[in-house]
């Protein structure tokens, strides 16, 4: 699809040279919207931050349903994970997760939860 996305402004100019002027015109101006709409939903497309994987999880927020000898239970995207944390965490606590850590989800409580 990208391919075909650069080939558009080439298409047009090669149109300069087997039509006339006025529909040439007529047929390029066309092409060269879509292009810039291509262009922009591809840019868009690209920038959009990562969502699967360990990478999708970092900085989500999580909630506490239970504090463990170790650390806590968070529920993150209706999962259960462990979760380990600097600070005091009760049951109800929001945090937000920092990074991954041996299949543990080291997480900070976050500034706007309660207690």
Do not use: Y
């Not at 360990?54 to 259960?80: C, N, P, W």
């Amino acid at each position: 699809m990208c391919h075909f996305l650069f080939l558009l402004p080439f298409i047009a100019l090669l149109l300069f040279f087997l039509l006339p002027a006025g529909q040439a015109t007529f047929i390029s101006v066309p092409l060269f919207l879509v292009f810039v709409w291509l262009a922009w939903v591809t840019w868009k497309d690209m920038r959009r931050p990562v969502s699967t994987g360990i990478e999708g999880l970092m900085g989500e927020k999580a909630q506490v349903v239970a504090k463990t000898r170790d650390g806590a239970k968070v529920s993150l995207r209706s999962e259960l994970w462990d979760a380990v944390s600097d600070d005091e965490l009760t049951m109800g606590d929001t945090v937000r997760v920092t990074r991954f850590e041996r299949m543990k989800l080291v997480v900070r409580k976050d500034v706007n939860s309660r207690g």
